[in-house]
């Protein structure tokens, strides 16, 4: 009866993309499905709330982009009909010269994702992401008070040491070197996978047929990313299973910490799996290319890959969205719709054949019997896991991708109905379970924001061209100003300098000078094509940005972190309160006992009993907080 | 009786010289003086017994630096008699030429401080101070076991709201940007004591004297040092003073806010006032120099001056040592012994004077009247102070004074005993407080801690002549080896670029060269004197291994953090075991009650009830873990 009920009500209130808007019914998701599932669902609320403000931000950041790409100097520079740098070719024999003209398109486009409104962004997201963590604190502490659990801690049941792990401890295998043998193999895997994904990345990026490599055009960038897309879906996959078997090696002494082994083993894989090959593009790509005259080559004749001019970030944005909008809505929605139906559907068929007369009774079937046919509920590891990867695409990169918290909060939108159509339709109920925070995801979401901080200091230093423009702008532009800039970062390249058999093919012979993107001595200086002053210079102010980054960011949240109080006032006091109460109340109860006794008189102290003792009995002990009593009152 | 065999038994125990290599009686300590003066001691003893080690290393890393000093190629080079390298003037006219070879005994001196061992020792204090404080917060937690006050919360009565603060409220006189204003005067007081204290120290570094200037000695810098000293513990009184005008102006809600801003405000200046030469030698001394024949002078002639050959970190260890000893010797015996002492002779002494016939029952004084002559219990901050003051001292400079944990360690040990005697005899006997933490000392540590790491890695890169170092071995060096690192720091000058006025009024005439320590383009280059591309290149790899430093560091004290559980695993067994007891003991005392209604026998029921049901009233509702309960049976 009630049940039905409160079902009915989660599919209208809750269930159905007609309420996006509303905050979802977390009382009673709780009453239905328990605490474990309702803190997921609060978290998953309060993160899609909090990305409101950030993607407003995030749009304005782009904007702002879109508005100055007219008057960004460098650009323009490029753009200019009248520029006619020769650059040296971007390939061996089968590339030829180009004008820098060309370039022209991807400079303006890089403008959008490269200009100091970034900077403030990826600083204001740094503090978004405090500022989240501290409101879950209070968020979790005020469910806590409503739900009765400040008292309540993890079912001891669960710290019973597993029989894997018992049946290892007779086997008397389970030794220290041992332990950390595992541990080890862990990292070999995590480094491995490292290796093994940029070394694809290269060689997807190397160039082996001229025709396509003579020109670097976004569509081959694009199906490079998606490539890469399909490459983390299939590894996601694969590393889950390999967590597991790395886990189950371990044999961890209980279930709690089994799981959560396990949740930080999956999670270390599958960030390291989503991001390398971003990360390669944003700190590998194009940085270890020598120069013209003496590329560096990997394998016998394969040349690294440069970037496009204006820096690597137009690749790194597009490799960015793709791989954010494909994980989401490939996993998301085709995985977490589609699989489930289709297994639903089959054990329908199967159960469909076995006999006819049941046909009848199907017709009128119980919740509890449909239930037969729907897929048992999983845990909410893969949930929690595709949120924090998220987190990671809306805070690690965001000083180059401005709008991932828009395209996060989309996708979250649809995600809460999403899952709570999965929970309420599709999965068998769970039992519910108990939990007073969301445990290890805390640390994990943690650990992400502080890398986020260390991350977007390096973007914004090394794969943007803000601190060359800076150090252009302060120390050698003659009038203070942004021209020039464009010609200052390109070296010379007497083209009579090229090794034999390198030199482009169709040899424009009017060339004899190529320029190239590097801070190096030009041919004509006593110590040609070694490293310059300038670039030392450069790197010194892209160092110490990092540093200056870092630190006032990471003040900045300690600041916010210690302004925002973990228990909101209202709560604490409301404890205090009802501590008070109780106490008041207790004495009251004492004494009646006391009166009682002396008066004999049974029903009297029956009743008072019946009122008072029982709760002192069955509450007062788990609770560790006496609040709880009072509500009863 | 009892309270004279305790206070007899904390003198033989604990208030004596002759036991300070023994744990103290913490336990008795609380039972005298109450728990928060307990906390303070325990945390006094932790400390002092985790400086142990830290010392340890520190002696084994100086001895390092000593045995390691004949072999270190450098202060070779510079000692060598066949080296006859001039150096420019250390000042103007006054100063002659110098040979490189009279810096010889500083440069091998600070070889003791300046060796790669002290990278070692800097990222092992680091280490040291997370673990410090997880130990901290365990023993916290044992003690809160022990003391039965895991379930007490801050007396609400501190919550009051104080006189003064109501009164403020009356007058309606306190507004935000009131607040706003109070909090800028602290940071331009702040920042006024910054800018006060490098003025000072600057002027007296300045130049006027001739013929003192004409030669560096370690004598000056003695004196400088102490001249400091003397500046710093006058001004300590000062800032105290201020800090409490400040907290006064606040006018915070309640007493225990007071006391945090109060504590907060003192702890900032009296740390900007006990760091700010220390700094100021350590990243500022000798940096703004310029060049010669362009030196950088203050208001009209005077000149900056210059860091002894071999860096300033030989002044910055001076600076340190007489600071920390000084400090130590001074305020903490003479102030903590000697002031009061005197107070009480001149309290008896007025009493005395007071009547003659009271002097018979002088003679047979009980303890609460010979507390008469006894001076007030002033608090303990001024104890944890000056405790974090010496953390300061033992952690932020710690990889350029070594043997700063050795000092600290031998303080405490005396410090221990000369508080407990203090707390025994001096002070009249201190209202017992409870309390289950250090409470805002504990952040204040955190925040010590936090700051060491980022300073270190700029005492490591910048001060020490570590990295140019590691430059010059892999970047520079012919042979890989040391040789010629120093003729590589030591840039030309052509005496003829001399400004007139400016060079020395002896001239040796055969000197047409002279040499100074920096990176610039010798006289004979296209771009005489401009900075060379050896500073950039050195630069860059500074602030590199700073990044790397700090970085690694922190993620090296987030594991300690993660790795050493908060509550010992023994104590939340016990807290576990108990609840379950406690439990089966309510259950049994419900069904006592039942059955004694059902049956009708008061007896029966009256003892029962004194057995349990007191207990359930007077204890279950103050404390939040049902432990204590058990402890009675």
Redesign the interface.
């Known amino acids: 009866g009630l049940q039905l009920q409160l079902i009915s009500l989660l599919y209208e209130e809750w269930a159905s993309y007609s309420v996006f808007y509303k905050y979802q019914p977390i009382g009673l998701v709780r009453k239905y499905f328990g605490e474990k599932i309702g803190l997921y669902f609060a978290w998953l609320g309060l993160y899609t709330q909090m990305l409101i403000p950030a993607s407003l931000v995030g749009v304005i950041v782009f904007l702002y982009g879109c508005a100055t790409v007219d008057d960004n100097i460098p650009s323009m520079e490029i753009c200019h009909p009248k520029n006619n740098i020769t650059m040296c070719p971007l390939c061996d024999r089968a590339c030829s010269y180009w004008k820098l003209k060309e370039a022209c398109g991807t400079a303006r486009a890089s403008h959008l994702f490269d200009n100091p409104a970034t900077v403030f962004f990826s600083i204001f997201m740094a503090l978004w992401a405090a500022m989240f963590m501290e409101h879950w604190k209070r968020r979790q502490m005020r469910l806590n008070y409503e739900w009765d659990l400040t008292?309540f801690e993890e079912e001891?049941v669960s710290d019973h040491p597993r029989a894997e792990y018992e049946l290892r401890v007779m086997q008397k295998s389970l030794k220290k070197e041992h332990k950390t043998q595992k541990i080890g193999v862990t990292f070999a895997i995590v480094f491995g996978v490292i290796l093994y994904r940029i070394s694809t990345k290269t060689a997807l990026h190397m160039s082996n047929n001229p025709t396509t490599r003579s020109n670097v055009r976004l569509t081959v960038k694009t199906t490079a990313a998606i490539i890469n897309l399909v490459v983390i879906l299939i590894l996601d996959e694969v590393y889950g299973a390999v967590a597991r078997w790395l886990t189950v090696l371990e044999v961890p002494k209980t279930d709690k910490s089994f799981e959560e082994r396990l949740i930080f083993k999956t999670f270390i894989l599958k960030f390291v799996n989503a991001f390398t090959p971003i990360i390669y593009i944003a700190f590998f790509r194009g940085r270890l290319v020598g120069r013209p005259g003496s590329y560096l080559y990997v394998f016998e004749s394969y040349r690294m890959e440069e970037c496009a001019h204006g820096g690597c970030l137009m690749e790194l944005c597009i490799q960015l969205s793709i791989t954010m909008l494909g994980k989401q809505l490939i996993q998301n929605n085709l995985f977490e719709i589609g699989i489930p139906k289709l297994k639903k559907l089959i054990r329908y068929i199967k159960s469909k054949r076995r006999s006819f007369q049941e046909e009848e009774r199907e017709k009128k079937l119980q919740r509890y019997e449909t239930d037969h046919f729907l897929e048992p509920f999983a845990g909410l590891t893969p949930e929690y896991m595709e949120m924090i990867i998220q987190f990671g695409f809306v805070t690690l990169f965001v000083a180059s991708f401005p709008l991932a918290p828009l395209f996060a909060l989309l996708n979250n939108i649809i995600e809460i109905r999403l899952d709570a159509k999965k929970f309420v339709a599709e999965l068998r109920r769970p039992v519910a379970a108990r939990a007073k925070d969301i445990g290890i995801w805390y640390n994990l979401l943690r650990a992400v924001a502080k890398v986020a901080v260390?991350i977007n200091a390096f973007v914004i230093s090394f794969t943007s061209d803000f601190i060359p423009r800076l150090v252009y702008q302060y120390m050698y532009s003659p009038d203070g100003s942004m021209h020039g800039f464009v010609n200052h970062t390109l070296s010379y390249f007497n083209v009579s300098n090229f090794q034999d058999g390198k030199e482009p093919m169709d040899p424009q012979h009017q060339v004899e000078m190529c320029r190239y993107k590097d801070y190096r001595e030009p041919p004509w200086s006593n110590t040609p094509y070694v490293i310059?002053?300038e670039f030392?210079?450069v790197?010194?102010a892209r160092?110490?940005f990092?540093?200056v980054f870092?630190?006032v960011v990471m003040l900045m949240s300690d600041i916010v972190d210690w302004l925002i109080p973990d228990i909101p006032k209202d709560i604490s006091l409301q404890i205090?309160k009802e501590?008070i109460l109780?106490?008041e109340l207790?004495?009251k109860?004492?004494q009646g006992?006391i009166q009682f006794?002396d008066s004999?008189m049974?029903c009297g102290?029956?009743e008072k009993?019946n009122n008072h003792?029982?709760i002192?009995?069955s509450r007062?002990?788990?609770h560790?907080?006496?609040h709880t009593h009072a509500n009863n009152f």
Request: charge should be positive.
């Open positions: 008292g001891e260390i310059s002053k030392w210079a790197l010194a160092l110490a990092v540093i870092q630190n205090h501590k109780m106490v207790f004495m109860e004492e006992k006794i004999m049974p102290g029956k009993r003792a029982p002192a009995r007062s002990i788990p560790t907080h006496s």
